[in-house]
């Protein structure tokens, strides 16, 4: 009995990360602008899922899935597009992440067992834990809200940070995190901006200045489901009454935005990563940011959105690659945040490029939160790419952690202080 239960927990151990079986990454380094929009077209095609976007002459890092390995190198080969494998067996990847967490944890674990949700990546769990805990213990600054729900039901939670609960009109920076699931170093750049602006605060001014909106994780369920199920899940995981949403949840939340909506950039394969969801705001969680916005439209100042990877500062518009009145005011903030950054960086992380999102970035994509804010009046809206190291594995090594967290905080502190 004994060994049988050996033998089924040793297989239970094996079984995660199946699904990633004869999947491999590459690294492909496009080194004109017509090679980067060829790689960009073929994304829906081969269903190539870049997770680390790739710019002109910068490596970007694309997982193949098993059945398109020939059709992609033949592609690559024909448009003479610089490449290297990069991982070969993605599961036995991802189970060594996993041992590096364990020890991510044990190395940072504190002597009474708290969990700290930038020491590591974390659950869920672990990071509301975090946002209830500060709400509790400063009343006087910090504000708990949590009026809605995700589509699974979880409380989707996000702290007002203030030093008089929002009343004397102060203009506004709203950071949110963790819309695309499996971005797991973005909740801790908010959580770390949490701590920095009320447990740690080295920068008073920044709350002299600004009230705060602070939002670690958008999209909850997708989130709790990189950690139970599938890594790779980007989307959010609602379904409706078509067979189709069952076998294939959830929609890209920053598709889902009300602007240009599935217009470019995305699809309308339920299956696709970038699936649009079925109308513009479909998806309750982003209607929730939308609710935010619309709250304190005439008063954010800022708007931010971490992702992952790239070491990127985005703006808009990501639709079509033209610049917004505003583009002046964008890019000299955006350098100011990317100077900040790349001062703290270390040697062999890339350096920040700041731009309009479509140049930078090599695609055009509609129903982005970033274009979505500006549309709507929000002067300086950015998304973040934060940084990976294409060399080291396939996510960003969990020792990074702390120096991601601490160099984006720098990049706040400064955009603030230049907007
Ligand atoms: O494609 C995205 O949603 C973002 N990149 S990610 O790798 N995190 O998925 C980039 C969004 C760029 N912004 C606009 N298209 N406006
Ligand atoms: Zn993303």
Known sequence: MKFLTLVLLVAAVNAKHEIYIGWKSYI?????????EKLGSKIPELELDFVSNAALNREGVVLVKPQYQADFLDFLTKEKISHRIHVEDLKAQFDLEDKEIEEQDRRTRSANGARIPYDNYQTLEVIYEYIDRIAAQYPETVTLVENWRSFEGRPLKYLKISRDNFQSNKPIVFIDGGMHAREWISPPAVTYAIH????????????????????????????AFTHTNTRMWRKTRSTDQSVASRLCPGADGNRNFNFAWNTVGTSNNRCSDIYAGSRAFSEVEVRAVDAIM????????IYITMHSFGSMILYPWGHDGTLSENAFALQRVGIAMAVAIDELSLPHFPNYVVGNSVLVIGYAASG?????????GIPLTYTYELPGISGQGFHLNPRYIHQVV????????????AA
């Open 196 to 223: 920095k602006l009320v447990e740690n605060v080295t920068e008073p001014d920044l709350l002299d200045k600004y009230d705060w909106i602070l939002y670690p994780v958008a999209n909850p369920d997708g989130y």
């Open 368 to 376: 982005a939160a970033e274009d979505y804010a500006h549309s709507i």
């Open 294 to 301: 619309q709250e304190y439209r005439d008063r954010i100042d």
């Open 406 to 417: 601490r160099e984006t905080w720098a990049g706040l502190v400064a955009g603030a202080r």
């Open 28 to 36: 492909v380094k496009p080194d004109s602008y017509e090679q980067l």
